[in-house]
């Protein structure tokens, strides 16, 4: 019944995500230009050909369409609204949703306009998340290609030390972190990308491990190219795949984690709010004026959405197993 | 086996002191005290209190100290919870986050598995895209945000549960909060029990069983679900551990004494014992889960022996 998943198209291109691995090593140390594109069967470079494969995929062009939406009205949306972030309404005490005076979404218990609350504070949970995610970008990536490049008695020891991390309760140390160097957004940013790099590293380890015996490689080191750059140029940029799909999946780990920090009331401090911060009030405040809890979830929800339609899509996208 | 398990939990202990001193001098550098109140106590008085405590002491004594009686399996005094070592406050709420923790993860497990074949099995189908489209709400929506709401629906509005409060963990005050915290996994769950399903289906081993003529219906039961299993089987420690921290929300939103209620509370008050025991409790929790996990893992998949 089910047999009909399976469909074999023929095309059986092993190795084409990476362009080069001829069986003559290239003449230079870069491998991108291929000799053999004339009689390839497809002459498009793997960017090109995952950005034809996404823009086919609905739901990851419509994830990052509205995703584009949300950050674009996060960052331009206060100016056009007549309310500042914390300006109080003395006329409108956690009044609900309405056209009339102004504030579209409605106000919060101290008179505040929601909308503009939730716009700031998604500029925070925003910034916290791409901040973060790159400080555990760039720690998981150098880690993991050093460790595996490396090899040996280095590789073994380094992955020891990526297992004890694994099982530290990392949660409770964020959350005493939070409690002891007060709350501070700096410190969010780098507590969050500290915690956060354990999984790039093994990915990217893993992609290392198996990239380094490759022809391109070896060619690089005959020509005597430093160590140092055959992991900056050659060894990061092949395993970048699985690294894109990794870090749109760490994103909207990382608002969440600072969602629950805030939720705790660990997370950034007044004047600046974001998302986890409003959820939080929402909540207190839930029976008496529910479009608190509702708004800041909604968007906290739709960028969560997004992101994870987004980095299903990279996935299937840069996947050669999916072709 | 033995020797394997032996030499992991040799692993644990570089593992736990780690934990231990992290969180040792983290909590010490933290600017308070947990005798500073709203009533100032007069120097001498809080010179003695610090003197029964140790805290005179310096630092790396009172972590010697520490780590003395750690080893005796003595936490210490709580500061806050008057009368009450940190052990006797912990074997109080651990049953408490163990039957939440567990059932969640019970619940997860048995709901999130079916899904997750369903899907695979009818891949691409009105079942598949219903079950995904649910699985990613699970997970873009937060526990804290669903906890919340599940109160106020069920709890307040309609009044079929209890909106909160544990009454000796009386069944209808589990509800709510289990099922809130094993949302989340169980959209995890069945999304990996998806993939890994559909991974199985196309291998060789699969299209023999077909060839042999073996119905559908045995192909997917005798043969493709347990070695489908496996990455499920390895979540599960990355499951535990993310239950373990949605507890501490959970318990907050619905007044559960748990130990997670205790170890934001003790961070907050300063309670310097209770704070480091709580760690200290998961730090070995979390390991010895991840032990029970890689062990169950190598039973399920005969390629795997653990000799050295």
């Not at chain 1, 929601?114 to 998981?140: D, Q």
């Not at chain 1, 140390?173 to 007060?182: A, E, P, R």
Request: net charge neutral.
């Amino acid at each position: 019944m089910t047999s009909d998943s399976k469909p074999y198209s023929g095309e059986q291109r092993d190795g084409a995500p990476l362009p080069a691995g001829g069986p003559k090593p290239p003449p230079g140390p870069d491998p991108t230009p291929d000799p053999r594109a004339a009689d390839a069967p497809v002459g498009e470079s793997l960017a090109k050909d995952a950005w034809r494969r996404l823009t086919q995929n609905r739901a990851a062009m419509a994830s990052l369409g509205l995703l584009i939406a949300i950050v674009v009205v996060c960052i331009a949306g206060p100016w056009f609204l007549p309310w500042g972030l914390a300006e109080v309404d003395w006329n409108a005490f956690g009044t609900g949703p309405t056209l009339e005076n102004a504030h579209y979404l409605g106000t919060d218990a101290n008179g505040r306009d929601l909308l503009t609350r939730v716009l700031y504070g998604g500029r925070v949970s925003l910034s916290v998340a791409l901040v973060a995610s790159f400080v555990s970008l760039v720690i998981g990536v150098l880690y993991g290609a050093i460790s595996g490049y490396v090899g040996g008695r280095v590789d073994s020891l380094m992955m020891r030390f990526v297992d004890i991390m694994y099982s530290l309760p990392f949660m409770f140390l964020v959350i005493l972190l939070m409690v002891v160097f007060g709350r501070n957004i700096f410190l969010i940013y780098a507590a969050i990308g500290a915690v956060e790099w354990l999984d790039m590293a093994r990915i990217v380890r893993g992609q290392t491990l198996a990239l380094k015996r490759r022809e391109f490689i070896e060619a690089a080191h005959a020509l005597g190219v430093r160590d140092s750059k055959i992991v900056t140029r050659h060894l990061i940029p092949n395993a970048i795949g699985p690294v894109i799909v990794y870090v749109t999946l760490t994103v909207p780990k990382v608002i969440l984690l600072e969602s629950f920090l805030s939720f705790l009331g660990l997370g950034v401090q007044e004047p600046l709010t974001s998302w986890g911060v409003l959820i939080s009030e929402g909540v207190d405040m839930m029976e008496s004026a529910p479009w608190m809890l509702l708004v800041p979830s909604f968007f906290l929800a739709a960028t969560l959405f997004c992101l994870n339609f987004l980095g299903d899509g990279l996935r299937d996208a840069l996947d050669p197993k999916t072709r | 086996m033995l020797s394997y398990t032996l030499k992991r939990l040799l692993m644990a202990i570089p593992t736990l002191l780690i934990v231990i001193t992290i969180s040792f001098f983290l909590m010490r550098v933290a600017p308070g005290g947990p005798f500073d109140g709203e009533r100032q106590l007069p120097p001498e008085i809080e010179a003695n209190l610090k003197a029964a405590y140790h805290l005179d002491e310096p630092l790396p004594m009172q972590y010697l100290r520490y780590m003395g009686n750690l080893l005796e399996g003595d936490f210490g005094p709580s500061f806050k919870y008057k009368d009450f070592s940190v052990t006797e406050l912990i074997m109080q709420g651990f049953p408490v986050s163990l039957e939440i923790g567990g059932l969640a993860i019970l619940l997860a497990l048995l709901v999130g598995l079916p899904l997750g074949i369903a899907a695979a099995i009818r891949r691409n189908s009105t079942v598949d895209y219903l079950v995904m489209g649910t699985a990613l709400t699970g997970i873009a929506v937060p526990n804290f945000v669903i906890a919340p709401i599940f109160a106020l629906v069920f709890g307040v509005l309609l009044a079929w549960l209890p909106a909160g409060g544990w009454n000796g963990g009386a069944w209808p005050n589990l509800v709510l909060p289990v099922v809130a915290l094993s949302i989340q996994q169980i959209a995890y769950i069945a999304r990996m029990m998806r993939a890994s399903m559909i991974e199985t289906l196309g291998s060789h081993f699969i299209r023999t069983a077909r060839a042999k003529g073996l119905s559908e219906t045995e192909v997917i039961w005798r043969h493709a679900i347990r070695p489908a299993m496996l990455p499920v089987v390895s979540y599960l420690g990355p499951a535990i551990a993310g239950i373990i921290t949605g507890s501490v929300v959970i318990e907050q939103i619905f007044g559960i004494p748990g130990i997670g209620r205790y170890f934001v509370q003790g961070a907050l008050n300063r309670d310097y014992t209770l704070v480091m025991g709580t760690v200290v409790f998961y730090g070995v929790l979390i390991v010895l889960m991840n032990l029970i996990v890689d062990l169950l893992y190598s039973a399920l998949d005969p390629q795997i022996r653990y000799d050295d």
